[in-house]
């Protein structure tokens, strides 16, 4: 499992930094899968997370990288899905912000759970889908400061594409990937942090 996951991570990186469409965009889009990559490395044997949410890690991981190495509003699978629509813009961007609250409340539901951070699965599920939305904000205006330093960088890191709520559209597309998230994978979950040999 892990030399799998590391070639894929490996093969795709690679692949998304071969000319990609702006160089500036690519290292801000595939900076995070690269701390991602090198927190797991560093703590693959004292802290070993699920499969589920290592395979969730990767998933978003290409999701950056697919993103960086084309941009995002450029990504063909989103032009695609707009023509086969009939819309208006590519919507690739979404689902990067679907799954960035999807997978962030998976790594942080494994995290408090074996942490034993809450006595109450109520309390536990709020403080997560709480901690997705607020890391979406937060991610909202990093986009902001980036455009604000560099014009360069702006339109493309934005991918905006001229629609006026694509803030809050992106920062609720966070909150619905993370209430879907703990709605439709806490059972196999919990499944998985049992065979760890952990208390849920």
Not at 7 to 24: H, K, R, T, Y
Not at 34 to 57: A, E, N, Q, S
Request: proline letters at 3%.
């Amino acid at each position: 499992m892990r030399i799998l996951w590391i070639a894929v991570f490996m093969v795709v990186l690679i692949w998304s930094g071969i000319a990609p469409a702006d160089g500036m965009t690519w290292g801000l889009e595939v900076f995070p899968a690269i701390v991602g990559g090198l927190i797991l490395w560093f703590t693959r044997d004292r802290f070993p997370l699920t499969t589920l949410v290592y395979v969730l890690i990767l998933i978003h991981c290409i999701i950056l990288m697919v993103g960086g190495h084309y941009t995002y509003a450029e990504v063909p699978l989103g032009d695609w899905v707009r023509d086969a629509f009939d819309g208006t813009r590519n919507n690739y961007d979404k689902l990067g912000h679907l799954a960035q609250g999807f997978v962030p409340a998976m790594i942080a539901r494994e995290l408090v759970i074996r942490k034993h951070v809450f006595n109450s699965a109520r309390w536990r599920d709020f403080f997560i889908v709480s901690f997705c939305l607020g890391f979406s904000a937060f991610y909202e205006l990093i986009e902001w400061w980036v455009a604000l330093t560099s014009e360069e960088a702006a339109d493309s890191f934005l991918g905006t594409q001229g629609y006026i709520w694509d803030t809050q559209s992106d920062m609720g597309l966070a909150l619905v990937g993370a209430i879907a998230a703990l709605l439709l994978l806490s059972k196999v979950h919990d499944r998985q942090l049992s065979a760890l040999n952990e208390p849920s």
